[in-house]
């Protein structure tokens, strides 16, 4: 298994929130940007990939217990998410690749 860290090295991916831990392990991984589908389907543990840049992409990723959040498609985080993902220790990354690019890459690094 990897680890947030493997990951955000081996895809190059901007890292929002220096001070949470990417030393945790990964368990897979999960796209959606409806939240209310993503809240009922995501996983502990999970890489969550999607273009949602808002204050609720931090809640929905603690209530699934996300390991991460990769922003895709060069969408960039609003201030008011980062405020919160770093008062929650919630990695959140961005990257300019497609969603689908992506998620071929972190099934390769899985």
């Known amino acids: 298994m990897a680890a947030i860290k493997d990951l955000q090295q081996q895809l190059e991916l901007v890292d929002h929130t220096p001070g949470a ?8 991984c999960y796209i959606g940007d409806l ?8 996983f ?12 609720n ?20 985080p609003d201030p008011e998410l980062l405020k919160r993902a770093e008062r929650d220790g919630i ?7 497609p969603v689908y690019d992506i998620a071929v890459k972190v099934h390769e690094i899985l």
């Open 21 to 28: 831990d990417k030393g945790r392990e990964l368990s897979g």
């Open 35 to 42: 939240l209310s589908w993503v809240m009922a389907h995501a």
């Open 44 to 55: 502990s543990g999970c890489v969550w990939i999607t273009i949602m840049s808002n204050i």
């Open 57 to 76: 992409v931090a809640a929905v990723a603690s209530l699934t217990d996300a390991a991460c959040v990769i922003m895709a498609e060069g969408v960039e």
């Open 91 to 97: 990695c959140i990354f961005t990257s300019p690749l």
